[in-house]
């Protein structure tokens, strides 16, 4: 069955803190990935989305992800987090061939300590 | 332009009763998904409609629910005989086309049955 899974429920940082989120998808087939983010009170909204060329994807307010067939993930990195980056995050997938439904994970909660 | 937008943003319904709720996607978007976020579960698919196709309601929890998307832009999601495990939030979303492209949510409705 398809599904992406999301390990890391809660995590807390300190700023300046790195971050990386895990994500393990099970897909049949070729698969396009993303991360989504919601901020406190806001819609959510793309982060980033990998669907074909450079494993390595590079979004939005400088988050980054990778793609790595071998190991079915696709972490979301972060060098150095701020207060701002206190959000729930979620990766989804949907095929790259018929039907387009996405699975979402079950999302990450950050929360970034100034 | 105007972004996705959903009403009512809240509904409190008697177990039982049918509910109806509105999606207004992105004009020119052509793929609408339906979404129910209950908390600590992620977003769970319901179902995802692309032009003229036939929608993919591979994700609808039982036949209480049901949805249709008239002219290729509105979309009412309908429950019948709300029971009290149907309270979550209903979340919308449109995008160009069903695939890699960007997904774009709405505020979402807040349902509780009680």
């Known amino acids: 069955a398809q599904s992406v899974s999301q390990h890391n429920h809660h995590v807390i940082l300190s700023e300046a803190a790195s971050l990386e989120l895990g994500c393990n998808y099970s897909?049949?087939?070729?698969?396009?990935l993303f991360w989504y983010v919601q901020y406190p009170g806001q819609h959510l909204q793309l982060l980033l989305k990998?669907?074909?060329?450079?494993?390595l994807v590079k979004g939005i307010k400088g988050f980054e992800a990778e793609f790595i067939k071998s190991k079915f993930s696709f972490n979301l990195r972060k060098p150095s987090v701020q207060w701002s980056d206190t959000a729930e995050y979620f990766c989804a997938a949907n095929g790259a061939s018929g039907t387009y439904k996405y699975i979402f994970g079950t999302g990450t909660r950050l929360k970034v300590l100034a | 332009g105007a972004g996705v937008s959903q009403s009512p943003s809240n509904k409190v319904t008697e177990k039982g009763k049918d509910v109806e709720l509105r999606c207004d996607p992105i004009?020119?978007?052509?793929?609408l998904y339906w979404y129910r976020q209950s908390l600590g579960q992620g977003l769970e698919f319901l179902i995802y409609?692309?032009?003229?196709?036939?929608?993919?309601k591979s994700g609808l929890p039982s036949d209480r629910f049901s949805a249709e998307r008239t002219g290729g832009s509105v979309s009412t999601l309908t429950i019948q005989r709300t029971q009290q495990e149907d309270s979550a939030v209903y979340l919308c979303?449109?995008?160009?086309?069903?695939?890699?492209?960007?997904?774009?949510f709405g505020p979402g409705t807040r349902l509780t049955v009680t």
């Open positions: 990998y669907f074909s060329g450079d494993p």
């Open positions: 979303a449109s995008s160009r086309e069903a695939g890699t492209y960007e997904q774009y």
């Open positions: 897909y049949g087939g070729t698969v396009n």
């Open positions: 409609f692309q032009g003229n196709s036939a929608p993919d």
């Open positions: 004009s020119g978007h052509t793929a």
